[in-house]
């Protein structure tokens, strides 16, 4: 069935440095790639968003990468903040049709100050 | 800034009881979900509605779920009898649902966490 995995349950960073949280997805038809950050006690909180035709998109501190060809995407976040503690989910969707998304298993983001 | 509301927060109930929980979607919002996350785990889609139609409920356990949005607006969710592996966040999340849009982005509420004994 559909479903969207990460690689890595856990990633811990000092204060400053550069974060790369990876995910990989299962379905081909996927066209729209959505990343979520959910703290402790709160429902998810969209972060930022790609589209099937774009490899790369950049926002404020944070840069999705999209390779269609491995089915990989991944989330860097720079110069690491506190604040940036917590879990973050890769979610998938079809655009046009129900939007229904899956979401992967999630990668908790711990930043050491 | 507008917000997706849920209550209660919290739920302590005892197996085979029910129990209800209850989402005030964004003002405007047509399209309303109802997610489960068991801990440790992302989102799973329990139903989708749009307007006060169901969309999607093709993972809702309807031997002991329900949920409805009569007005369109608010929905409730239902679990009668409650079991122990039902014990998890259940997230409700709104879009505004917009046919032919690119993508309608989903708000989600705080969720409400549910413990049953």
């Known amino acids: 069935g559909e479903s969207v995995g990460l690689h890595l349950p856990t990633l811990s960073v000092q204060e400053g440095d550069n974060s790369i949280i990876n995910c990989a997805y299962s379905?081909?038809?996927?066209?729209?790639f959505i990343w979520y950050k959910q703290e402790s006690g709160k429902g998810p909180q969209f972060i930022i968003d790609?589209?099937?035709?774009?490899d790369k998109r950049q926002g404020q501190r944070v840069t999705v990468l999209l390779n269609k060809t491995v089915k990989h995407l991944s989330l860097q976040i720079a110069a690491t903040q506190p604040g940036d503690s917590a879990v973050y989910f890769c979610?998938?969707?079809?655009?046009?049709?129900?939007?229904?998304?899956?979401f992967g298993k999630g990668t908790k983001l711990t930043v050491n100050p | 800034e507008a917000e997706v509301a849920q209550s209660p927060r919290y739920k302590i109930t005892e197996k085979s009881q029910a129990v209800a929980f209850w989402c005030d979607p964004i003002?405007?919002?047509?399209?309303l979900y109802w997610y489960r996350q068991i801990l440790g785990q992302g989102p799973e889609l329990l139903v989708q509605?749009?307007?006060?139609?169901?969309?999607?409920d093709s993972q809702l356990p309807k031997d002991r779920f329900s949920a409805e949005r009569l007005k369109g607006v608010d929905s409730t969710l239902k679990i009668q009898p409650a079991e122990l592996g039902d014990s998890a966040m259940y997230l409700c999340?709104?879009?505004?649902?917009?046919?032919?849009?690119?993508?309608?982005?989903?708000?989600f509420g705080p969720g409400t966490r549910l413990t049953v004994l």
């Open positions: 999340a709104s879009s505004w649902g917009l046919a032919g849009s690119s993508y309608n982005e989903q708000f």
């Open positions: 379905n081909s038809a996927s066209d729209y």
């Open positions: 790609i589209r099937s035709n774009m």
């Open positions: 979610a998938e969707t079809i655009q046009g049709g129900s939007e229904k998304l899956v």
């Open positions: 003002s405007g919002h047509a399209t």
């Open positions: 509605f749009q307007d006060e139609s169901v969309v999607d």
